[in-house]
């Protein structure tokens, strides 16, 4: 049983159990806490990088686990577990998956993928993401590098042609008088626009929690505090949106 000066002591023998199992490259700090912008609430995510088929026997005795792709192709599988009151996340993620991924980022192609909890989805490179991100804990992986310069270019640009054509829809349900439509499509176009800003400016993405506030955007909050249920001034609170958004 080893310890890690960036992981509690009763962690340790979760990261052992982990990096015994056979196939397992590495075991890393994500989230949060490899960023070090933790709060009181946030949980300790545990990513463990594998090659190959993975026997997760050892992760069961610690609690119920979601075996390869339960979690869709980019989210994998894992845990959540409650170890001595902390909550720990464990997150598996495929080498040959990551790498894949990571390549094509590189590239500046990616895909993005809905997934419980996104507003806006989850785009393939956020694989490139973690990796560059990641605290390593036990075994080692190859650097990931810096954000690719092309992926920036494409992502800035992919990401605004999605939040224009959000608004579209937005705009189109507040014609109907859709307010539920119409609230839905602002706030996924706006996360849409942080992606954009934050990838232009080459800016690591792991998932929508504060993207919000990163990109600048905080103004946006107000516009959903007082949303006006008649079609014609929904059709202006869109537009409002819609200016809010494109200003740079």
Known sequence: MTAHPEVPACLAPLLDDLEAI?????VVLGGSRALGREDGG?????GVYYQGPIDLR???RWGEFHPPGAWGRIMNGGAWLLIDRLKVDVLLRDVDVV??????????????DLLLGYLAGVPTYSLLAERSVARILRGALPDAGEFPKRLAEVALERWRFHRRFTIEQARSRAKRADLVGAIGQVA???????????AGQRRWVLNEKRIVDDAGLDAAHSLFTD????ATELRDWVDRAALLLESK
């Open 227 to 230: 949303v006006p249920p008649r």
């Open 99 to 112: 790498d894949r991924w990571s390549d094509s980022a590189r590239r500046g192609h990616f895909e993005i």
């Open 188 to 198: 996924k176009a706006t996360v849409e626009e942080a992606h954009a800003r934050l």
């Open 22 to 26: 056979p196939g397992v490259r590495a």
């Open 58 to 60: 050892a992760l069961g």
């Open 42 to 46: 946030s949980d300790w995510d545990i």
